[in-house]
């Protein structure tokens, strides 16, 4: 939630840091801006409401701000209403220091207050004006800025990632993060920090990230780290594995129509390299593959669609395993005393790996005894980090907010885990169908992907509906949590999911002629009650889409006015085929509503606030 860039080098600042921003977009875009100091100390900002296009323009209808070191951000506002003044960054009211801010201060209010008494006046609603004037307001006594910075870190409360300039040191970036993502990017023609990996890739992909409470003080030349008592750190440099490229949207449209495209691929990424010799093989997992044989039972946390893929896990781990698996929220788990400890295992899915919800539900699990697997898109990010064991989806950045090929790689490792796992239990039957089935599966998919007309065909038909049902059974009702989710976040159109069984207990009054219901039947065992459901819907006047696979098409096609089919895979791994259908349809609905299809609204990519 938040973009935030940061440049200190050897060249303009303004056309970096609008090449982040624009990097950065997709994780909150309701107004951007940029600080620039000049080499001879004048602190320049500019920021503006809107899309960055907006900031653009403001740029250049005027004398280019000129300086080699500067910061910016886009954001998705949490306190104060997404304006010019609250826009980032924020400047004290010496206009010597600017910041900006990914996270919440909660305590801001009072030291609001406080410096306020002190004479102190601030110009926005946000949380994040109370860093900058405590910064100045320490600054203006201490004359010290690294002083300055750890007298602020002690009085606020919350999560940050930050960057400072301050006009007194020209050449000199500061960075400090704690709960919110932050990396440092070591480049040629010099050095950067930004939230997130994917504004770097164009100039870097050597990498460290910084830990909570940790500070950095970054020129073009150096970086230096220091932890909470002052102390330098020597820290650990990665590589990055994504290329710029796989950050573009490559011809296409729009970002999620690539990546829905992109399945086949990243679905065969994440899948060849855990198979050999015909077995699944989990390196990550070394020895501790074992750790299935005393675990009671499993709690999967997760948010939005990564907790329906948790739902898919639900289903589908109870099976292999037979022990009790549960779908948590992340947002509800640590306050709902789950029962964790040594017997429980916890698994965390989330594609950013900074979901705070998910990561505070990581912490609780550890500290009251129970491991944590994550499994994670991004590598480094603070959920791979502080989990026991990481198993990486390797779907590549993603950057549409509503996620696809990112979900179908979660819900593949996440059923590779439990066969996995019920092969270490010794009871595993079909293990030798799941591998050849997990080996067709990119190809498949690539079926499911052919014949994108006529996914738009049913979209178009379909698009002016105000009010959409999923239903189905089993792994489908998942499945439709899933498409109901997609459709709500980029078409806007009200959508809810139900478990097909249960629309008789109160929902049906609402199906009404014309009604559309999307009826999943994807899962073989129940197609014939699924049948059952759609009749009643059909008898109140709703018009159905129906979902299945080959074998049952024609017992589905009976009763729906437009069908998916998809092809046959081994039962555990249908959901992954069932998805693509879904997502298209949610993609060409949004198209055909005109709606800003990678960028929703009141949305942002990677969510960082509880
Ligand atoms: O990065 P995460 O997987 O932890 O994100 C979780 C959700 O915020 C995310 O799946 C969200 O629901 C998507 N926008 C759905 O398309």
New binding site residues.
């Given amino acids: 939630m938040c973009g935030i860039i940061g440049y200190a080098g050897k060249t303009e600042a303004v056309p970096v840091l609008l090449d982040g921003l624009e990097r950065l977009e997709y994780r909150g875009y309701d107004s951007a801006g940029v600080a620039v100091v000049s080499s001879d100390g004048k602190l320049q900002v500019r920021k503006s409401r809107g899309r960055l296009a907006v900031l653009r323009s403001l740029l250049s209808g005027e004398k280019p701000l000129s300086g080699e070191i500067g910061i910016g951000h886009t954001r998705w506002a949490t306190h104060g209403e997404p304006n010019d003044v609250n826009a980032h960054p924020h400047v004290g009211q010496e206009n010597k220091i600017a910041v900006v801010h990914n996270g919440i201060i909660e305590n801001y209010l009072e030291i609001k207050n406080s410096l306020m008494r002190k004479g102190i006046s601030f110009s926005s609603d946000t949380d994040t004006e109370v860093i900058v004037q405590l910064l100045e307001y320490y600054y203006k006594k201490d004359s010290n800025l690294m002083d300055a910075v750890y007298r602020v870190l002690s009085r606020i409360k919350g999560a940050y990632a930050m960057g400072i300039l301050c006009s007194d040191y020209p050449g000199q970036m500061v960075a400090v993060r704690k709960d919110a993502p932050l990396l440092i990017g070591f480049g040629d023609d010099g050095n950067y920090i930004a939230s997130d990996v994917t504004a770097l890739l164009s100039h870097t992909r050597t990498v460290t990230y910084l830990e909570d409470d940790e500070v950095a003080v970054i020129t073009a030349d150096t970086v230096q780290i220091y932890d909470s008592d002052r102390c330098c750190t020597e820290k650990e440099k990665h590589v990055i594995e994504w290329d710029a490229a796989a950050a573009e949207k490559g011809g296409y449209a729009h970002f999620m129509l690539k990546e829905i495209m992109e399945q086949p691929e990243a679905v065969r990424k994440t899948v060849s390299p855990r198979l050999a010799d015909g077995k699944i093989l989990l390196q990550e997992l070394e020895d501790a593959g074992n750790i299935i044989q005393n675990i009671s039972r499993i709690y999967i946390v997760?948010?939005?669609?990564?907790y329906h893929v948790g739902m898919i896990g639900k289903y589908t781990l109870e099976k292999l395993l037979h022990i009790p698996v549960e779908a948590c929220l992340a947002s509800e788990f640590r306050y709902s005393e789950p029962i964790l400890g040594e017997t429980a295992l916890v698994i965390v899915?989330?594609?950013?790996g900074?979901?705070l919800d998910?990561m505070a539900a990581l912490r609780e699990a550890k500290k009251r005894g129970s491991k944590v697997l994550s499994i994670v898109n991004v590598m480094g990010s603070s959920i791979a980090r502080e989990s026991d064991f990481v198993l990486y989806t390797w779907a590549g950045p993603e950057i549409a907010?509503?996620?696809t090929k990112?979900y179908t790689t979660q819900m593949v490792l996440l059923i590779m885990l439990g066969v996995f796992f019920a092969r270490k239990l010794k009871q595993m039957e079909e293990y030798d169908r799941i591998i050849e089935a997990l080996i067709a599966l990119p190809e498949k998919i690539k079926e499911v992907l052919k014949d994108l007309n006529h996914y738009q065909k049913i979209a178009s038909r379909y698009f002016n509906h105000n009010r959409v049902f999923y239903m189905g059974r089993n792994v489908d009702y998942a499945l439709g949590l899933e498409g109901s989710?997609?459709l709500k976040?980029i078409s806007y159109i009200h959508s809810e999911s139900y478990a097909a069984g249960e629309l008789k207990h109160g929902t049906i009054s609402l199906i009404e002629p014309g009604t559309l219901v999307v009826a999943l039947a994807t899962y073989a065992p129940l197609v014939e009650k699924s049948l059952s459901n759609i009749v009643e819907v059909k008898s109140r006047g709703a018009e159905v889409i129906g979902m299945t696979t080959e074998k049952t098409a024609d017992i589905i096609s009976s009763q729906a006015s437009e069908m998916f089919v998809i092809p046959r895979t081994h039962p555990v791994l249908q959901p992954i085929l069932g998805v693509i259908p879904l997502q298209l349809f949610a993609y060409y609905v949004a198209l055909n509503r005109g709606c800003d299809i990678d960028k929703p609204r009141n949305?942002a990519k990677?969510?960082t606030v509880e």
């Fill in positions: 997760a948010c939005g669609s990564a899915i989330s594609q950013s900074e979901t998910s907010v509503a996620t990112a989710l997609k976040e949305l990677s969510v």
